[in-house]
């Protein structure tokens, strides 16, 4: 079985630019998670996504946005890049029903300059 | 204070060594917990839930204890391989509440010498 999928690996971009960032969950998982993991600290949570709605964010402005499509795949776009925006930002996905488990990603390397 | 704590390590052990991790957290309703492991620049990778009194799987015993609010991850004849970083992760909302958030620690760092 197909684990998460994440593209790109790597991305560069300066600051002020955009970035889209994109995931595929495994077959079948419909909820989808973002997280930023910046250099030397934990995993923030940034949006979770279920059933194509957003349905939670974490404590992260509005330039930090997202979008769910009807095959489950998600889409984060980070608007007006700073430079603290370099992270590892990783994807997991969860399977329907009443369970916590959550799957990663391999993540994509986001560098701001 | 943090809503889940780890003691950032790092740990250093001999292989075959015996290594027990403790990890706090600060949501007394918490409902589910679990023990991820991620290695240098990777992913996390699930290793346990633990979802009641704790859990056994190989060599990996999780436990936790609601009343002091920590569970902890012992890990028994440990192998070169278990080299990683261990990341206590919480989720501290009961399911049909919907936030369905993980909250990881920071990580202990675990290196097996050796």
């Known amino acids: 079985e197909a684990g998460v999928t994440q593209s790109p690996t790597h991305l560069i971009k300066t600051r002020g630019q955009q970035a889209t960032l994109r995931c595929s969950p495994i077959s079948g998982h419909t909820s989808v998670y973002w997280y930023q993991q910046a250099l030397g600290l934990g995993l923030q949570f940034l949006l979770w996504y279920d059933e194509g709605e957003e349905r939670n964010r974490g404590n992260f402005p509005p330039r930090f946005s997202g979008r769910q499509f009807p095959n489950y795949s998600s889409e984060l776009n980070v608007n007006a890049l700073e430079l603290e925006d370099s992270a590892l930002y990783l994807c997991a996905s969860r399977p329907p029903g009443e369970t916590y488990e959550q799957y990663f990603g391999p993540g994509t390397r986001l560098t701001v300059t | 204070r943090k809503e889940v704590e780890q003691d950032p390590g790092p740990f250093n052990v001999p292989e075959g060594a015996t290594v027990a991790f403790n990890c706090t957290y600060s949501?007394?309703?918490?409902?589910?917990f679990f023990w991820y492991r991620q290695d240098c620049r990777k992913e996390p990778k699930l290793l346990m839930s633990?979802?009641?009194s704790g859990n056994e799987d190989g060599r990996f015993t999780a436990q936790l204890n609601r009343a002091s609010q920590y569970i902890s991850l012992l890990i028994r004849d440990s192998k070169l391989s278990d080299s990683a970083t261990y990341l206590c992760?919480?989720?501290?909302?009961?399911?049909?509440?919907?936030?369905?958030?993980?909250?990881f620690g920071q990580g202990t760092r675990l290196t097996i010498n050796p």
């Open positions: 633990v979802y009641s």
């Open positions: 949501n007394s309703a918490s409902q589910s």
């Open positions: 992760v919480v989720n501290p909302e009961l399911f049909i509440q919907g936030a369905q958030k993980l909250v």
